[in-house]
């Protein structure tokens, strides 16, 4: 396992616009150098519950050629969400991106009621690990952040915990962005591995504010800070494994 630098992408996403927001994303990472790219939930369109329209067939995704397209260009990792239709089912969808074009998907497997996100989305099953350069992730979106057990770290048979961090891709308001950040911590705390997380900014088509917050955490619950202010982190190997090593509490999740 190498250390990494990560990139969270805040944009004020572009209503059901899928160009404009593959424009946006291209001059924000222009001259980025990085490891991973985490990019906001449904990124090409915002969260918007109009599925009939903006889904695209698993399998064909012209959205999903883009981001394998600027994977390679940057020699990145890419993780973010949209729209799928399969199997005449919509799913909010994780996809996480290689360089070599390899594509790992999650389906958001808590919906958002209250946005009738249940209503229009069928939930996924079951946890998603992804393993990148070393490093295990447990893929995330959004509002799965409020349900601790579906990511709950574990020792494995081998020796090693399930996972090393957490990324979350959201769309998540401002009035509840206290909530974001205090959730984010305990996840870091309870499961011992870093939570990177990516929220957008700006104003919906439903009048909802975002404020970002996107952040990386520490296995501590700290919050680090950006290496510059287009939100850029090293998420260090060492420091993770100082931190299992003396505090090793997660040998007890399985007594």
Known sequence: MSNLTVTLVEIDQVWENKQANFDLYIDYLKGVETDLILLPE???TAFSMN????AEPWGKSVSIQWLQKLSKEKS???YTSLII???ENY???GVFVCP???VKYYDKRKSFSLAGEDKTFTKGEKEVIVDYKGWKFQLQICYDLRFPEIVRNRIKKDGTPAYD???YVANWPEKRIEHWSILLKARAI???CYVLSVNRLGVDCQGLNYNGCSSVVSANGIFLSPRTPSQHYNILKEDLHQTRTKLPFLIDCNV
């Open 76 to 78: 990145a990792a890419i």
């Open 100 to 102: 070599n074009g390899r």
């Open 91 to 93: 799913y909010n969808r």
């Open 190 to 192: 309870e499961n011992q």
């Open 85 to 87: 239709k399969e199997n």
């Open 165 to 167: 961090a957490i990324l």
């Open 42 to 44: 449904m990124f090409n």
């Open 51 to 54: 599925a009939e329209e903006l």
